[in-house]
């Protein structure tokens, strides 16, 4: 099924650059709230990122990742590891929605300092599993 890996790999490709540009939108989108002071109006383009961009390729690479796991049968140490690290990328993509709401709110403390640690964590994921992935023909069982 090369058809299920491409599918994979595609969708996580669109989902790690996601989570490599959620942070920065944020922070864009902060800076101009700031600015526009009593006359903001909502910018929509971090929700409608996340909400049509984001979160479908995170499940489409969740779901094809799961059936490859399934039918392919593949087990080893590493894959525990890899897991780990999609759960990491999984809390920076939770983080990053969170930070989209409390701009929607006004809430506006904090949202450049947990935006700066949603990039770092997304991106000790998306290392950690490219790593695990490459190391994976080493055969850790």
């Known amino acids: 099924m090369p058809w299920l890996k491409?599918?994979?790999?595609?969708?996580?490709?669109?989902?790690?650059?996601?989570?490599?540009y959620l942070p920065a939108l944020l922070?864009?989108?902060?800076q101009?709230?700031?600015?526009?002071?009593?006359?903001?109006?909502?910018?929509?383009m971090p929700r409608f990122f996340y909400i049509s961009v984001a979160t479908p390729a995170a499940l489409v690479a969740i779901f094809s990742g799961t059936a490859l796991f399934l039918l392919h049968?593949?087990?080893?140490?590493?894959?525990?590891?890899k897991l780990a690290?999609?759960?990491a990328m999984v809390a920076a993509h939770g983080?990053?929605?969170w930070l989209i709401l409390r701009l929607e709110m006004g809430i506006y403390k904090g949202v450049k300092t947990?935006?700066?640690l949603a990039l770092l964590l997304a991106l000790a994921g998306i290392l950690s599993v490219l790593?695990?992935?490459?190391?994976?023909?080493?055969?850790?069982?």
């Open 6 to 20: 491409l599918l994979h790999i595609a969708s996580l490709v669109i989902w790690c650059g996601s989570l490599l």
């Open 27 to 30: 922070s864009y989108s902060l």
């Open 32 to 44: 101009l709230r700031k600015d526009a002071g009593f006359a903001q109006g909502s910018p929509p």
């Open 73 to 81: 049968g593949l087990m080893g140490g590493w894959l525990a590891f």
């Open 85 to 87: 690290a999609v759960v």
């Open 95 to 97: 983080s990053c929605g």
């Open 114 to 116: 947990a935006s700066i």
């Open 131 to 141: 790593g695990f992935v490459l190391a994976k023909p080493l055969d850790w069982s």
